[in-house]
């Protein structure tokens, strides 16, 4: 027999637990097996999508075409997801049987739908994730519970003894029983959870963030030059002539790009200059295993979380003005069309010549006031192309939504003082056009060459995406029988139908949850939100792991090193990818609840104002309601004391049952801010002016 049959005959015993490399080497019972072989052997399995890793312990993806196994990825409203190569599994909240957050997890299928859509039960948990926990605690009669504060956590826990913890404080507890019977012991008192600092501290802690530098790294960062010498920029193409200039948000501290533009007989010759970490981080070393732990730098609102340590992430390898750096570089020929003519990948060296903000680069558009000619035809040649490769991208399918991005300004002491709401602008747009391109065209020519890389994987939407939403269009008037296909078209016309209407923030919002996530892969190459064929993220290496190990393979690439066995490779890269999907799931999702917080506290002192609002979403006890500066609160059904009201699902309404009084999705209205619950997350509102029957 084989010893892929073996190895996959053994995951799929009913007796199997997920287990270590040296775990599966001692069950097998092959006293000649070298370990060597049997890593690539799993290897090879996952690059077959047959086994998955999570937390160095191995499963199998399935056990039978409805048995299959992955990590559980929970939503705060109750339901979640199994994540599996195969295809995801929705698991309705009354079907998550007591597993929780990040657990490996069996689940059987119930319900298939088309393209790897399903629906299913969760019927044992492998593997918990977390032995730790953190809520807060709260006293009834003589017992403590734990109330979890990561709202993806829906059960409560006993706390076992802990007799300094008093109510309302926030601590971190050990698991020692799971649920149903939730049983914790008290580790530490973080504070009381209206101390200041403490929520941002819950957050970090909650999503396993990290934060301290091991020894080892920042020794190895210490050691890092301040400097490019003459001798690193040997056997590099030397930029550093040209017209070289980055452009970021005014508060960015590492700059991963930069940009050179010119025309020549009507072709637009760009360069996009990436810094190249890899010159100074190397494969396995103590910085990028701390880089590979932490998977990206995480923006919180009150402080950043760098994948890499100052001394690189802000200094050498940063793209810092006036000084010599070093780059992996593409030039592209593009037509008028937008389309590439040729390119090339150059290991380089650049001297930006400016820090361009996009504040300002907005500013001199408008004005058309710019500080010298050679910024002026930069900016406006950048422009003309930034024009073309969006218009040629919506052509192919590409969607562009309109959304917004609130960023809490903080002071000294880290206290919120204003709200600014940012939005897709020209110089936003400008560098997202050459970002997209260049990453387009270095995914195709990996994909070319047939050379193992990270890609960057949007599937399609489920065929029946628009189901759950087509009550919700009708409401705005939306003709729902043009609603056929969840194909990019399709979405296009509703971002289209979108753009002149008052609620077109809320039906963008609610289309971008109606598609799948975006996730790294090293065996789907496409993206269906860009409409493109191959995808890949290369623009970043600072702040995205994955950028940094296609650098690094680009660079093999480019040296024409083919010493390696393509499928083993592709299986250990489909792990890694797995891994730093789910540190991007945790970053961004302790982001958003960091804004949240920070918004909470900035709207405490406004209890008693009035504000214009629109309504973002109905339920039997109220409806939410989001106001200008992006917060958004409850009003609770109870609080509309004029009448008695029922909620109606299917027209995503609440009517008066006496007067006909109704509150609908997307209607606008005043609305008066009555209290904030920091710890929560929480704002409540009343309605100031009342709508019309």
């Not at 990290?210 to 003459?230: F, I, N």
């Not at 993206?527 to 623009?539: D, E, K, P």
């Not at 296609?550 to 024409?560: D, E, G, I, S, W």
């Amino acid at each position: 027999m084989q010893l892929k049959t073996r190895v996959l005959k053994l995951l799929r015993r009913d007796s199997y637990s997920p287990s270590t490399i040296e775990q599966i080497y001692k069950q097998l019972k092959q006293p000649h097996l070298q370990l060597n072989h049997l890593m690539k052997t799993l290897n090879l399995l996952e690059g077959e999508n047959k086994v998955s890793k999570a937390d160095d312990k191995y499963i199998a993806v399935g056990k039978g075409p409805d048995i299959l196994r992955g990590r559980f990825e929970a939503n705060k409203k109750g339901f979640g997801f199994v994540i599996n190569p195969v295809g995801d599994i929705y698991i309705r909240s009354d079907k998550v049987n007591n597993a929780l957050n990040g657990d490996l997890v069996e689940a059987r299928i119930t319900r298939r739908k088309k393209r790897k859509n399903f629906e299913g039960v969760i019927t044992r948990v492998l593997v918990h994730k977390f032995k730790e926990i953190i809520g807060r605690v709260e006293v009834k009669g003589n017992q403590k519970w734990l109330i979890p504060s990561d709202r993806r956590v829906q059960n409560i826990f006993l706390l076992d003894g802990g007799a300094e913890a008093i109510d309302g404080q926030m601590v971190v507890a050990s698991i020692t029983k799971y649920p149903p019977k939730g049983l914790v012991k008290l580790i530490e008192v973080l504070g009381d959870e209206h101390s200041p600092g403490i929520e941002i501290e819950v957050i970090i802690r909650e999503h396993n963030l990290r934060r301290d530098w091991p020894e080892e790294v920042s020794a190895q960062a210490a050691e890092l030059p301040s400097a490019v010498k003459e001798k690193d920029v040997k056997g590099r193409k030397d930029y550093r002539n040209d017209y070289v200039v980055t452009i970021d948000g005014l508060d960015a501290k590492d700059f991963d790009d930069a940009v050179s533009i010119k025309k020549v007989g009507g072709n637009y010759h760009l360069a996009v200059h990436i810094a190249d970490v890899s010159a100074y981080v190397s494969d396995g070393s103590p910085l990028d295993e701390e880089a590979k732990a932490r998977g990206n730098s995480t923006y919180l609102s009150d402080r950043v979380l760098p994948m890499f340590p100052f001394e690189l992430s802000n200094e050498i390898a940063s793209l810092n003005p006036k000084v010599d750096r070093l780059t992996l570089s593409v030039e592209m020929i593009i037509n008028p069309k937008g389309d590439v003519e040729s390119f090339s990948i150059h290991k380089g060296v650049i001297k930006s010549k400016a820090r361009l903000t996009y504040e300002e680069v907005d500013k001199n558009i408008k004005s058309k006031k710019f500080a010298d000619e050679k910024q002026k035809k930069l900016i406006g040649t950048l422009l003309e192309l930034q024009k073309i490769l969006e218009d040629k991208r919506r052509k192919e399918g590409s969607l562009v939504f309109e959304t917004i991005e609130p960023k809490v300004l903080v002071d000294e002491e880290l206290n919120p003082q204003e709200i600014i709401v940012r939005q897709r602008t020209l110089a936003t747009a400008i560098i997202e056009e050459m970002m997209v391109i260049t990453n387009k065209v270095v995914a195709e020519y990996m994909s070319k060459r047939r050379y193992p890389i990270i890609y960057r994987l949007h599937e399609e939407p489920a065929e029946d995406a628009f189901m759950e939403i087509e009550g919700m269009l009708s409401t705005f008037n939306f003709p729902i029988k043009e609603l056929k296909t969840a194909d990019s078209k399709t979405y296009q016309l509703l971002i289209k139908f979108a753009s002149t209407r008052p609620e077109k923030l809320l039906i963008n919002s609610v289309l971008i949850r109606s598609m799948q996530k975006a996730r790294y892969s090293a065996t789907g190459k496409h993206h269906f939100g860009l409409g493109l064929n191959h995808y890949c993220h290369f623009t970043s290496p600072i702040r995205r792991y994955a950028d940094l190990v296609v650098h690094r393979l680009v660079k093999q690439m480019l040296a024409k090193k083919y010493d390696f066995d393509k499928q083993e490779l592709t299986g250990q890269l489909q792990e890694l990818a797995e891994n730093i999907s789910v540190t991007e799931v945790e970053s961004a999702a302790a982001e958003r609840e960091s804004v949240d917080v920070m918004i909470a506290r900035y709207m405490e002192d406004k209890v008693g104002e009035v504000y214009d609002a629109i309504i973002t979403g109905i339920t039997h006890f109220g409806f939410f309601i989001q106001i200008p500066n992006s917060a958004e609160g409850l009003v609770h059904i109870t609080s509309l004391k004029d009448d008695y009201y029922v909620f109606e699902p299917q027209r995503y309404l609440v009517r008066g049952r006496r007067s006909g009084k109704v509150y609908r999705l997307g209607q606008e209205l005043k609305v008066q801010l009555m209290s904030v619950i920091i710890g929560e997350r929480q704002l409540d509102f009343q309605v100031v002016e009342n709508p019309k029957s």
